[in-house]
T-cell receptor, first 111, second 111 residues
């Protein structure tokens, strides 16, 4: 079964802190790995996509890495801000292009 | 910036009624998807669509569900006879084979 697990389930940090969100998946047959942000009651905003041939991707204060051999991806957020407060979802792309999602990490950045 | 749009944003229907959820994918994308998220649960894949046919469907996508691309811009999800357990947020997504872009979702409430 293609499971995706995200740790921690929730995280509360003071503004300015650097933080790491973790995602692990079973089965190394991964097509790509996509990180999303979801605000309460809203849709999913794509943050970063890492292809299976890549090790990491960066966008502004965000950096995502992928280690297929260990079945792990991490999302690093530098200098966190209150506006970063949201649920962060990790999704692995499998052959056929469907995404399998984790349950998410709820992030709260306190000002 | 191109985006996926969905209508309506909220649909309330009675059990047993048919509903059609509508999506306008990003114009040059070729792959289309429907996902759903029951309140408090993970985002789940329902169906993918490419070249005017279903490419993959999940166990959830039974005979009560159907998808259609009636013209060059719309992509619809029909639920023929809604059940209480169909209450969820339904997300449409599109891609050009890589990164998937999600719409804001339709909240379906079945009473």
């Amino acid at each position: 079964k293609q499971e995706v697990t995200q740790i921690p389930a929730a995280l509360s940090v003071p503004e300015g802190e650097n933080l790491v969100l973790n995602c692990s998946f079973t089965d190394s047959a991964i097509y790509n790995l996509q990180w999303f942000r979801q605000d309460p009651g809203k849709g999913l905003t794509s943050l970063l996509l890492i292809q299976s041939s890549q090790r990491e991707q960066t966008s502004g204060r965000l950096n995502a890495s992928l280690d297929k051999s260990s079945g792990r991806s991490t999302l690093y957020i530098a200098a966190s801000q209150p506006g970063d407060s949201a649920t962060y979802l990790c999704a692995r792309g499998v052959w056929g292009n469907k995404l399998v999602f984790g349950a998410g990490t709820i992030l709260r950045v306190k000002s | 910036e191109p985006e996926v749009t969905q209508t309506p944003s909220h649909q309330v229907t009675q059990m047993g009624q048919e509903v059609i959820l509508r999506c306008v994918p990003i114009s040059n994308h070729l792959y289309f998807y429907w996902y759903r998220q029951i309140l408090g649960q993970k985002v789940e894949f329902l169906v993918s669509f490419y070249n005017n046919e279903i490419s993959e469907k999940s166990e959830i996508f039974d005979d009560q569900f159907s998808v259609e691309r009636p013209d060059g811009s719309n992509f619809t999800l029909k639920i023929r006879s809604t059940k209480l357990e169909d209450s969820a947020m339904y997300f449409c997504a599109s891609s050009d084979s890589g990164e998937q872009y999600f719409g804001p979702g339709t909240r379906l409430t079945v009473t």
